[in-house]
DNA sequence: GTCTATAGTTCGATAGAC
DNA sequence: GTCTATCGAACTATAGAC
């Protein structure tokens, strides 16, 4: 309580209420808009119609477009990605190691949980984790770069804890590859039912979790039984 | 010079000459355009500039950016899946079973070579495709079941030649899976070199095409094996 | 906090001369 | 075919009342 200092600078940020309903409605309705039409397919009229706002509300909690998509992202990504810290670090600090099926599963299925709080004809968010993670922009990579590449490490040391003869580099494409694998669960872009006569449903997510484990688990075991035969003199 | 008669309607639009130089320049500026900001994020006014031509020649040409966009699509595409289904052609067609690994090549490896063509820092036109793939715009939807639909169904056709025991359901996910793993490396974001501190370039094509072949052939035989177990009683 | 109204920009597309 | 010039619509962002 010094009472000389001429400025209190942070105080008109803080004590916005972050939490209301108008707040939270805001970025409901920024997830699906964005989802539907991408970055720049979206637009604010087309938010704040759908939260119910006035525009310029908008702006007022969140200021530019960029910002309220960095915060719509930063609110699922940690969501996802605790959830995903929190299983894993259960798995390895278990009496026995865990195996790969339950660290891949441990990936995947975070994300598809997350992404069906507002899921209308296919995970909201989840379409939009694929076009930030396959993006060329700036503002994407450093999304990419700041909410999702902490977490990666963490389980590309689970595939060499489980899987020491793996070399690091190997590891690392096994996740990125494993990512891949995942952004087919991801887009559900529905192809997979067309090029299957309706066989391969990507809105059923069991069905196609179960597949994506059994390949992408198979997919690792190759690199490293391929790195594990090139060491064999 | 007949002096009377009004009107000669249909001659002028088959007379447009589409193989001219300004024709393609516009082509190759769109592709690079597109590849870098998106189908909404890029304007036709910076194509133009960048085929320097005026912005209404592109109008001309092709009439609105939609039909640009598939203009371009389809003339990239065509050439890709030309190479690779005359690659499959004469891999089902040889004396012996071809490998896994050389179906899994004749997928991916035309998509980078022609993606080479345009390429600054990093394939263009793959990148467009991996977001064609992924989008929910009925736009892009639509041009992924035209244009590449097709030989998607060859592949699927060659991975049960070659692998029996794997039901048709089956060997779609394998598809799939393996087209996400594909992404990858077209994307070429980058993120591989910063998980793994320089060791995993996306640049360097055939080092990750290598590693790739090994993980998807990985992937699609365990979804044999499982099968395969699965039926024995 | 939340609104209405609008400023200022950029975009896709077209008209019309050559 | 190719250009210049421009229209009308849509966008982000802000000003200012309550």
């Not at 001429?6 to 916005?16: D, M």
């Not at 984790?129 to 990419?144: C, E, G, K, Y």
């Not at 804890?161 to 793996?166: H, Y």
């Amino acid at each position: 309580m010094t009472t000389i200092n001429a400025l209190e600078p942070a105080v008109r940020q803080s004590s916005r209420s972050r939490d209301g309903k108008r707040f939270e409605a805001i970025l409901d309705a920024a997830e699906i808009v964005f989802a539907n039409d991408g970055f720049n397919g979206a637009s604010m009229r087309e938010i704040a119609q759908r939260a119910d706002v006035a525009q310029a509300l908008i702006h007022y909690h969140f200021d530019t477009k960029e910002k309220l998509f960095e915060a719509m992202t930063a609110r699922q990504a940690n969501a996802i990605n605790n959830a995903r810290a929190a299983i894993l670090a259960k798995l390895v600090s278990a009496e026995s190691l865990p195996s790969l099926e339950a660290v891949v599963e441990a990936l995947f299925r975070p994300t598809i949980e997350t992404g069906k709080r507002l899921a209308k004809g296919g995970g909201g968010f989840s379409r939009i984790l694929v076009s930030i993670a396959n993006s060329h922009d700036p503002r994407d990579q450093q999304l990419t770069s700041r909410y999702y590449d902490p977490i990666a490490l963490k389980f590309i040391d689970a595939f060499i804890l489980i899987e020491p003869d793996l070399p690091r580099k190997d590891a690392v494409w096994a996740y990125m590859f494993s990512i891949g694998v995942g952004m087919t669960m991801m887009a559900q872009t529905g192809r997979s039912k067309r090029l299957s006569g309706g066989a391969c449903d990507d809105g059923d997510i069991e069905d196609m979790l179960s597949e994506i484990i059994i390949y992408a688990c198979g997919g690792i075991r190759a690199l490293v039984n391929q790195k594990r035969e090139a060491n064999k003199p």
